[in-house]
């Protein structure tokens, strides 16, 4: 198998593990958030990407920009996001946590990174830091393309 069907193979089976619902419930559970699974991995993209729009963050969660705004509604709902205009143009409304967000966001990260040491545990710290390395390097590459781009550029 070409090394790039296994670098294929590993994400595939990173992304399906990632996004299984009882993953997301069981996180929730872990850093003791009472949250629908389903805002879970919105409110996650609106902390990391702030401030994003509706339709940017559909595409980030490849969701219909419908079905998002009405998720991020309930996040509205709960207090955890708000909506502000865009300095470029006043139509436009962007996404950001609220105070209470962003605290619910530091509980996802502290769960995230105790989660994260017992899994790597008997890695290096040098280890830690290539893996880090090497996966920004190509996710840089791989979001270079773009699909609307020339036809050989895949």
Known sequence: MPWSDDIHAVFL???GYMNRPDLDGAFLARAGVKLDRALFPLLTRIGHS?????????GLVARDHSTVSRQVAKLEALGLVERHPAISDQ???LLQPTVAGR???AKFAETRGRFLEKR???WSADERALLLDLLRRFTASMTEFDPRGRADDA
């Open 13 to 15: 089976q990173l992304n």
């Open 50 to 58: 702030q401030p994003i729009g509706v339709v940017d963050l559909a």
């Open 91 to 93: 139509r436009v409304r």
């Open 103 to 105: 605290e619910m966001l």
């Open 120 to 122: 790597l545990a008997d």
